[in-house]
């Protein structure tokens, strides 16, 4: 312990923030500046990792959820050297790796995307849950800890409700949490929006909680002592901060405390840029200059964080070589490759509704697939989540050999603690609720795209015909919300999420395989609750016909030289094939119909295949159970959608069937005068 060293190193902390806002002219100062003691004696003292091998998979990790404070991030990164005088210097500008809000970047040390407040920390609760569920099959040597830091804003962000509550309930003991508490946000002090008592709100929920001076050094190692020492619950430091702190003004009178250093350059705050500098150490004329003696300190740390790293990687080679099967086991998933599956043996009765159909598929993978974690938002018994549930059982405060999660009421939650179990590594997260719902979850599924990360979610009860449930529950606009992002690139310039809506239980099962193949995207199941008539199989086995809907697409009737080509996916499929019956019967028009589970997979599919599905050349009418740009994007301008334009009504699902016009007898009759429209207009 080098108490000046340990000022040196916080101050030179605070002054590199300062110094990238003011070069960047953006960005916020003066949380950062609270929170660098905090920071210090964290990664110098406590936080395992290997510099030299920094992918380590048994790392401790760290899990900012106040992304604005990423300079404090970058500013500690690059006293560990992580980062480069040019990376800091560059701070918020093109193609810099130092953005506004971090970006994951684990051969850096930023191990989630952070930015929208509260998912943060919730990606950790997923990282902790993840830790112990690996715990449980491969030993306590797996005891690496997962370390948050959330600040008023995230406290403040409805989600910690739920992060607070399942990580109190689920006793994640392993999950350490810094509250930057320093009373000042954005635009207020925090007395003016909240009076509640945070350290009993979290004691209710289970947790162990400590208020401290943030800036006092012992007081911070004593803290983060007993919470490495907590066995039974995770750990809350709320630690008392100045927002600002070491900022003086141009008098040289101290300038911290103020809401205004929050969130501009301090040069534009009452506060003086060249002072404060000065103030803390810094040379003004270089102030992105490490300190010589914290250079110093840190250059000699990072040798001992490597020792002690390979002490620890000889404990788990020693565990290897005496536990060779699980050693295989444990690298397998780590892998992220799956186990041989065999969809095709899974069985389905005739006319099954595609959840139930999921949930089939379910029973099998809780049986050949040991590192998946299925939740579901207290709706296993209808979401059909509960076909992997029975299989298995819930995990539980002292008992993680399960591998599902009831969530609870929780949608938002739920789908950010999965992104943290993805980003921990290892375990395969899925989650459920129904399809209407995944409004809570959106603002989840879009860091799940920006992360790149496999999670699946499985969305039930996909159309209006939820029926007597109402137009609360009844999906109309979900779908094209979904699907837009099937339409958006990530930064690896793929589709940034697969949506998949299966006609018949053998899409199902092929949706299924397709979305736990895709590792690097996240995937969407939008399964139905009311039966649907299978597809016909030409041949012996609908799978293996089924398995065409891994290009997105294919026709699952086809003609000669049709007439018209009619689009759709999910149960409306059954629907267009009732529909051609008619109008083969009835008008001897030549019809083929293409099942298009996911737009996104098919266009990525070459041209010529996309024109045998859907030829430019015939009419071309879709039918979707939402609106109708579901599928305008397919049948184009000269073609025809029919769709709902309106929120549902209660009533049964055939009943709305018919008032909607999705019978095979409407839809026959709306083809008719849409082909009839065509031919006019070609006079």
Known sequence: MNKKVDQQAADNIRALAVAMVEKANSGHPGGPMGGADFMHILYSEFFNYDPSDMTWPFRDRFFMDAGHLSTLMYAQYYLLGNYEKKDIENFRQWKSITPGHPEVDVARGIENTSGPLGQGHTMGVGAAIATKFLEARFGDWMNHKIYGFISDGGIQEEISQGAGRIAGHLGLSNFIMFFDSNDIQLSTSTDEVTTEDTAMKYEAWGWNVVTIDGHNHDEIRKALTDANNETERPTLIIGKTIMGKG????????????????????????????????????????????????????????????????????????????????????????????????????????????????????????????????????????????GFLKKTQALQKGDFSGSFLQAGVAELTMACIANGIALHGGIIPVVATFFVFSDYMKPAIRLSGIQELGVKYVWTHDAFRVGEDGPTHQPIEQEAQIRLLEKLKNHSGKNCFMALRPADSAETAVAWKMALENNNTPSGLILSRQGIKDIPAHGSSR????????????????????????????????????????????????????????????????????????????????????????????????????GVDHFGYSAPAGVLDDKFGFTGEKVCQNVIEYLNETSMAKI
């Open 247 to 386: 900022c003086v003004a141009a008098d040289g009178s101290m300038f911290e405390g103020y809401c205004e250093l929050h969130g501009q350059p301090i040069g534009h705050t009452g506060a003086d840029y060249t002072k404060t500098l000065v103030n803390l150490g810094a040379n003004p004329e270089s102030p992105f200059d490490k300190y010589d003696d914290v250079s110093t300190f840190y250059e000699t740390l990072l040798k001992e964080k490597t020792a002690k790293a390979a002490e620890k990687k000889a404990v788990i080679e020693a565990w290897r070589q005496d536990n060779k099967a699980l050693s295989d086991k444990l690298d397998h998933f780590l892998s992220g490759e799956l186990p041989d599956l065999d969809f095709e043996s899974i069985e389905h009765k005739a006319g099954l509704a595609t959840r139930v159909a999921s949930s089939n598929v379910l029973a099998y993978l809780a049986e050949h697939v040991e590192n998946m974690i299925v939740s579901s938002a207290d709706l296993s018994n209808s979401d059909k989540t509960d």
């Open 543 to 642: 799978y293996q016909e089924a398995l065409a809907a891994e290009k997105g697409g294919y026709l699952v009737k086809e003609v000669e030289n049709p007439d018209v080509v009619l689009i759709a996916n999910g149960s409306e499929v059954s629907t267009l094939i009732e529909a051609a019956k008619l109008l083969e019967e009835r008008e001897n028009i030549k019809v083929n119909i293409a099942s298009i589970i996911s737009e996104g997979v098919f266009r990525l599919q070459s041209k010529s295949y996309q024109e045998s599905v859907i030829p430019k050349n015939k009419p071309l009418y879709g039918l979707t159970a939402g609106l109708p740009v579901n599928l305008e994007g397919l049948v184009g301008e000269n073609g025809k959608v029919f």
